[in-house]
């Protein structure tokens, strides 16, 4: 595979909830590899709701439809036939809020090696090991990978919980807000987290704000009311916008 | 009135209210352990009846209980936490989900009596099991179901969302998810329920009446095909049925019967609060 060919590629995307919302409205765009593709604009956008069929966490709400396709690597995660949980671990999600799962930070790390069948424990410890370095936690926990991951700080938490999706060695890591709930230096330590990332993984990330999608962004998408008004390369787009209302946006006239 | 008065005035009335509940609870048992520990000795517990029920102890009737309660576990507790998997995580919001679920909590409701009436058309009867072990256990077990299944589905619902939707973003399977993050969180709940249950199956009486219980049976019972004493029923009859019954034995009885139900509720409660500690979130 080229390495411009895209890693996710939706077309004709619509999708609308039990409640006949229409969430998503006609989306096409590419995200090619090893870049930071940001999705923004207002809430009720989309961005979260386009996140989530990516790895098919969409499949969790009851009562949605949808048409188009969303393909990774060439392939629609929709297809009758795909392993679902090899889907989530090959497109993994990091959520706004940080959410340990119930146990000891090395409990959180291993889990979903486990369940991938690694049971070697030279293996998963290296694997903590690893991602713990690759989100900037190691120095921080590396005398208490026993101690409960409900213990840790708020920013040191998010980070854990974007370790324990690199355990699981995606291809994508999906982020939906993840520096929502915390100050600006924990914030700045994810976003700085981000830039070793992506050399290494393909970074889909819903913003906190235009000014953390401007710091972060390779490619980007601005999302209006379900439509995807523009697409494409974010130093561009956020010093030249070409819609109007990507404009209006950028330059706080609303949202 | 100030606001104040108004306060004190709410205090003292809720106490009041409280301690009309409370204070006859505490002295019905009182009253039973006053008038039946006299009874109670090693010999009282190991010994059967004798002379027509009027001397001896109570033996028989004791294990026929914890026999019966056992039995219970084993019909309601895989049954019970099956279903109630099924109603929180699978069985979703629909006709038929809201048709089962109405009638759990109207079994709830129902009087002991009519379960002991369907367990001797059901199990004594047309499954042919007999006045037995089995068929008590089985009445029992039925009993105590809407109970365990409410309380164990209220456990599995408490289990943060979250926590179910960051495990299947791991990769983990529906099952897998249930199996590593939400029943070792419900736990406590699930084992709540099912040790108040039990509670109430080692109690009742009109459930066993007609399905196992024996009048006087001293021998102990060789399989789950036979009859077997039990304590609910015992007290019944040596109450209502013999004459001349000694009261010391009649509340010796009471009092055995109240602290297997009370150490039930006892360890219920121990085991939610040590659980509860042990959670951190």
Redesign the interface.
Known sequence: MAMSDPVISVRNLYFTYADETEALHNINLDVLPNQVFVLFGPSRAGKSTLLRLF?R?SD?T?GTQRQGTVAIDGRDVFEAGVDV??L??RV??V?A?P?P???SIYDNLV??PR??GVRDKVELERRVERSLRQAALWDEVKDRLDA???ALSGGQKQRLCIA??LA?EPEVILLDNPTSGLDPISTATVEESLFELKDRYTIVMVPHSVQQAARVADQAAFLLDGELVEVGDAERMFVHPQDKRTEDYITGRFG | MSRQQAHRLAVVVLTVVAAIVVIPIILVILYVVWKGLPALSWAFLTEAPRNGMKEGGIMPALLGTILLTFGTAIVSFPLSIATAIYLAEYAGDNRLTRWIRMAIVNLAGIPSIVYGLFGLGMFVLFLGFGTSILAGSLTLGIMTMPVVISTAEEAILAVPQQFRTVSLSLGATRWQTIRYQVLPHALPGIITGIILGLGRAAGETAPILFTVAAFYLPELPRSIFDQTMALPYHLYVISTQVPGMPLEIQYGTALVLLLIVLSFTLVATLVRTQMRRRREW
């Open positions: 790895n966490l969790l009851d949980s090899a989530r671990r993994s999600m959520f809020i959410t799962l119930p146990g889990y979903g369940l991938a409960s991951a409900f324990r999706s699981l």
